[in-house]
């Protein structure tokens, strides 16, 4: 019986294993079988159709990722400097045209400073210009007369700190509406005291971050030009018998010099007469009192 049982078992595997499509005895058990297969099939399908939604969500959540960051590039906080050398045959004109064109863009002269020396004089002007008008306020400055003798651009690319910037001050504002919430509902006066400690402490931090926040952006708004306007006497020789003296030359100009500064010295002296006049007599009093302590 065990021996037939076997059998059977044995004869059913080869019919489940067999790929012709022959009917028989083990037919019923290949036609099992294949049944079985279409089952697997049909339950497969529920699964891809399931995929399917899966799949164009993803698809559109990566549509929306590339939109982010394309959001993300276009609200780009970028800070624009720069700085320039102008070397120019008439110095006040030139400045005179700057700041006309200043004004044309909307822009300002943060600091103004003028240095002469015995060669030649000149004008540093820090310019603030708003961004979208710098880079046409720089073409017309090297369109104008002069000769540019240095210049470099640079951008600053602050979008990580302001951000970061924001965040904070949301985070803040969370935790301080929160910690009013609390106040209302606080019973102690030891809570009261130490809720409105939070409160104050929290309030001063958005007031840095906020100020924080306006300084960035009014460094993107406006982009900073550090002009320097520069005019060369022509007629200048530093090997001129003028400008090369020697040691000794040197030397008794320096005395001749040392002695003018002594006689005004004096002069000041002089000039201030009333002043010795007072400590005389207040040195006066002071004796006498000493010596009628004594």
Known sequence: M???????????????????????SFGVYTADCVAIDDELAIEEAPLSRKAAPMMQNAATFGGQMDNAVEQSVTERKLIKNGSMTLVVDNLEQTRSEVLN??????GYCANEQYSSWEHSSAYNLTVRIPCGNFDSFVADVEAGKGKIESKSMYINDVTAEYIDLETRLDTKRSYLKRYKEL????KSVQ??????????SLEEEIDSTVGQLKYLSNQVDYSTLRLNIRHDDANYDPHHPEHNQSVAQRLWQSLQSGFRGLVDFVFF????????????????IIRKRRKAQK
Not at 101 to 106: D, F, Q, R, S, V
Not at 183 to 186: C, E, R, V
Not at 269 to 278: E, K, M, S, Y
Request: some cysteine; charged content about 20%; aromatic content about 12%.
């Open 2 to 24: 065990k021996k037939y049982s076997l059998f059977v078992f044995a004869a059913l595997l080869a019919a489940c294993q067999s790929q012709s499509g022959e009917g028989g």
């Open 183 to 186: 106040l209302k509902s606080a």
């Open 191 to 200: 809570e009261i005291v130490s809720i409105e400690d939070k409160i104050r």
């Open 269 to 284: 002296l002089v000039r201030i007469w009333p002043a010795w006049i007072i400590i005389l007599i207040v040195f006066g």
């Open 101 to 106: 064109l200043i004004e044309k863009y909307g």
